[in-house]
């Protein structure tokens, strides 16, 4: 019989085996399809061309994140895969076949695999785009419309990425299995022994996990202003290496020294899960951390996308407050300006004000913008109450300020109360930072700082006074014509200076965050399904070497009904850990999300744990019934 | 010791088992007849091929016979039901197999202790009776060590205290010493002969091993799927062992 011929009919036979790899491997694929159709979708073009250097870099992040997705994933599976192929194939060797023979057999099995991993990608993203559509739909009506239309530029785009990744494991397994020796081959997967970890060791690894966990989590949270980068990547740096040293330390060191606690444990099946449990971490202690950041990640991708869509809806209006704004020196436009505007709408409000612009160099605060208004007390006050906006600040004290500032999408200045500015020599207390938009599209441009009515009296003769009007139209239709009526005003003469801004309710500019949020989405869809089936397979793997143990059970005459209990506890306990330690990881990666986008986050975490919750619990599910359907088959052997 | 005063242990009548498809079968026992009483401890011997394993697996409820009755506790096994014979195999009966079958995920003391906790019984008892077996066979000082490091005659006599732990009404025993060196293979054989002797276990054990056989009281021999002959011990364990010998030089047949 030829290579070829004995490596199909080993596929063939064993294809159930095969499965779930196959199936893991299909999904990578689909993913990196669906995100290839997208990206050659219609989507981008409703964008314009207006946004490009945002969805360029997105895509390109996006990308890389998914590159190293796909990368890791490969890995993965094609190990647990080769580990396991090494034993079963490894046989050959006493017929009097060579490792390059043995190899050779590998070889053409994974290409076998990976070709019907390939087909059933492509099958899978072809009908699942529809449903990945749907999907964002039902989130949120604020998803741009993709129109998914399959093409032959995604189809080769992701086989040459998948083919290229999946070549560089295929050969990485003939490696290993030409270089190996008989003896490692034909017990590659019996390597069971349990080693019972030392006390002292696990306790080391158990406190500095701690320690890495706990400064991550205040450096993700503590509030900066210069800092705030370095501290949020440090502390995923942290938590990452704190979560691997949790699994890898504090969880066994808690569960051997429950074991050791016998009268908690002889108690039903605990004695076997706890055990098993035990005995698994030591091994999967790596996959459980993986998966743990991985949800983490899908978590905060998820509440960066409910974040997102509800930053998106208060900047546009924040950027709405006012259709029109004149920015003028001159103080008579009301009248003119409202004749104009009523020619066409009614005015829902108008308001006017005075603004005092100071060169950067009168004021030592931070270097964003090149110019800085102030506001007085008493005139933004009046305003406010024009305008219906709200206005709950104290009368100011003469060194106290407070900052108007505009909404951000994501900031990295988190502190933003308590600072102190110097105005001409003259030191200002920031008392607070509001993102009431006083002056509307205004504020998005430049600093302002509201002080005292007297210090703006001080201060009026070290810059240049101008008038702000302020105006909110009904009939929006009009606004085009309203605009063009307006510009009438406008003048740049040496003595008079005009401005006008006009807000178009109907503009698309913040259309690339929409693109964001999808992405966000995407994202939490492939952290979280791949985290899951990471999981899944790892299980499925240890159920497969749980034969022999669940037959001695058997022997000893327990029903079946105690092991699958006692798998379920055990399952629970893997599923139950990771979530648990995501869980609270996520409370700090998203209240650092929030601190950076000024939100309070708290209900969309509750809200995204709760998906990844939901999500965790079918794959549990599944584990326990790929446990039961294992335990069966072996139970007819 | 007169039989009629003691109590049956199990009971076996006219057992017959056949392999194979119709008119391809093969009749591995034919109708034994056998009983054994409570603090016995029997030694079932044969050829290859003689049927001495198929015995021990239908005495076990492990396998269903063709053809008779097996009574284990008063009960006719052949005649339960698959639930009912688990809850026997855990309540009433002990095993102690060729390749020791611990679980390689816990302690030789968890190990020992899992048909009582599996069973219900409380922590505290639970660990008592561990102490206690333990001791009997020499294991106290290896309780907290995993199956990977203890030896071979420490792990089979760790599966006997597993087997003992629930005080059932029979051990059987599946070539016990096969996996042993002669030392470890004798120790384990004391330890069971101790038990059996200070009337804590009723003993059931198919061995081909000679030596083996001469520590239990009755040697069964079992040829082309009956039993041919019985021989009883005496006094001295020696002389036991070299009736052993001239019995099978006489029966012949291929005692591996």
């Known amino acids: 019989m030829s290579m070829a011929k004995l490596a199909f009919r080993n596929f063939k036979s064993s294809l159930r085996h095969y499965l779930i790899l196959i199936l893991s491997l299909a999904f990578s694929v689909m993913i990196l399809f669906h995100f290839q159709t997208l990206l050659y979708s219609s989507g981008f073009d409703v964008l314009g061309t207006r946004n490009k250097e945002y969805i360029e870099l997105l895509i390109q992040m996006t990308s890389f994140v998914l590159g190293c997705f796909m990368f890791f994933f490969i890995w993965y599976s094609t190990n647990v895969f080769l580990t396991r192929r090494k034993r079963e194939i490894g046989i050959y060797v006493f017929m009097g076949l060579s490792n390059e023979q043995i190899g050779q057999m590998y070889l053409i099995e994974a290409i076998l695999i990976g070709a019907a991993a390939w087909a059933l990608g492509l099958g899978f993203g072809t009908l699942g785009t529809g449903l990945f559509q749907m999907i964002l739909r039902k989130l949120s009506d604020l998803a741009v419309e993709i129109q998914f239309t399959p093409g032959l530029r995604p189809v080769l785009t992701t086989t040459l990425v998948y083919g290229m990744i999946y070549l560089v494991f295929m050969a990485k397994g003939y490696i290993d299995i030409v270089r ?384 699958k209990r006692a798998a379920a506890a055990e399952l629970g306990t893997a599923y139950g850990l990771t979530f648990l330690v995501m869980a609270i990881s996520s409370v700090f990666s998203v209240r650092a999300l929030g601190n950076m986008m000024f939100t309070d986050l708290t209900a969309v975490n509750l809200v995204s744990a709760g998906v990844v919750f939901g999500i965790l619990l079918i794959w549990y599910l599944l584990s326990v019934q790929a446990y039961g359907q294992g335990y069966r088959k072996n139970e007819k052997r | ?126 660990v008592q009776q561990v102490q206690e077996k333990a001791a009997m066979f020499g294991l106290k000082e290896h309780l907290k060590k995993y199956p990977y490091q203890l030896s071979g005659g420490q792990k089979q006599r760790g599966a006997a205290c597993r087997a003992l732990i629930t005080g059932p009404e029979i051990i059987f025993a599946d070539e016990p010493t096969g996996a042993l060196d002669s030392k470890s293979g004798r120790e384990l054989l004391e330890c069971l002969r101790a038990v059996n002797e200070n009337g804590q276990a009723t003993i059931l054990m198919v061995t081909h091993d000679p030596f083996c056989a001469s520590y239990a009281k009755d040697v069964y021999l079992l040829a082309d799927g009956r039993i041919t002959c019985r021989i009883s011990r005496g006094a001295d364990r020696k002389e036991f062992y070299d009736r052993i010998i001239d019995v099978q030089a006489t029966l012949g047949g291929d005692f591996s």
């Not at chain 1, 020196?329 to 009248?335: A, F, K, T, V």
């Not at chain 1, 006074?465 to 009438?488: C, H, S, W």
């Not at chain 2, 008119?23 to 034994?32: D, E, P, S």
């Not at chain 2, 009983?35 to 076990?60: C, E, Q, W």
């Open chain 1, 180 to 563: 190996s020796s008989v003896l490692s081959m034909i017990s590659a997967a019996k390597q069971n022994e349990y080693v019972q970890q030392k006390q002292g060791w696990l306790a080391t690894k158990a406190v500095l996990g701690t320690a890495l966990l706990v400064t991550g989590y205040y450096l993700a949270c503590k509030e900066g202003r210069d800092s705030v980068m370095g501290n949020a990547l440090l502390a995923v740096i942290l938590v990452t290496g704190g979560v691997y040293l949790l699994f890898g330390g504090m969880i066994p060191a808690g569960f051997q020294a429950l074991a050791g606690n016998k009268r908690f444990l002889y108690r039903g099946q605990r004695i076997l899960w706890v055990n098993s449990f035990i005995f698994r971490l030591r091994r999967n202690y790596r996959t459980y951390a993986i998966v743990c950041i991985l949800m983490l990640c899908s978590v905060t991708t998820l509440a960066t996308g409910f974040a997102l869509k509800g930053r998106y809806e208060t900047i546009v209006q924040f950027e709405n407050t006012y259709t029109f704004q004149l920015l003028s020196s001159r103080d008579d436009l009301e009248g003119p300006a409202r004749e104009l505007i009523e020619e066409h709408s009614e005015i829902l409000f108008d308001a006017r004000l005075s603004l005092l612009y100071l060169d950067q160099s009168v004021l030592e605060a931070d270097a964003y913008y090149s110019r800085f208004g102030i506001l007085a007390y008493s005139q933004v006050k009046q305003l406010a109450q024009r305008t219906g906006l709200e206005f709950p600040f104290q009368e100011l004290a003469e060194d106290e300020v407070i900052k108007a500032s505009h909404q951000y999408l994501l900031s990295m200045i988190t502190a933003r109360e308590d600072v102190d500015i110097r105005i001409h020599g003259t030191t200002y207390h920031q008392i607070q930072d509001t993102s009431i938009p006083y002056l509307g599209y205004l504020q998005e441009s430049s600093g302002y700082y509201i002080v005292n009515d007297q210090a703006y009296e001080r201060l009026r003769s070290l810059g240049e006074e101008v008038y702000v009007y302020n105006y909110r139209i009904q009939d929006t239709e009009n606004f085009a014509k309203i605009r063009d009526r307006l510009d009438q005003l406008v003048e740049n003469t040496p003595e008079n200076k005009t401005a006008r801004i006009a807000m178009d309710p109907n503009s698309n500019e913040l259309d690339w965050v929409k693109m964001l949020y999808t992405i966000c989405i995407f994202l939490f869809q492939v952290f979280v399904l791949a985290g899951g089936s990471i999981m899944f397979m790892k299980l499925s793997h240890d159920t497969w070497e749980e034969r022999e143990r669940s037959q001695v059970i058997l022997k000893l005459g327990f029903d079946p009904g105690l092991l």
């Open chain 2, 1 to 126: 010791m007169n039989h009629n005063s003691r109590k049956v242990a199990a009971e076996v009548k006219n057992l017959t088992k056949e392999y194979g498809a119709r008119g391809f079968l093969t009749q591995v026992l034919k109708g034994i007849e056998l009983t054994v009483y409570r603090h016995d401890f029997i030694a079932i011997m044969g050829p290859s091929g003689s049927g001495k394993t198929t015995l021990l697996n239908l005495l076990s409820t492990i396998d269903k016979p063709t053809q008779g009755t097996v009574i284990l506790d008063g009960q006719d096994i052949t005649r339960m039901s698959n639930k009912e014979l688990s809850a026997l195999r855990r309540d009433k009966i002990g095993f102690i197999f060729q390749d020791y079958n611990l679980l390689d995920t816990m302690t030789l003391e968890d190990n020992i202790a899992l048909p009582l906790s599996l069973n219900g019984v409380p922590g505290k008892d639970c």
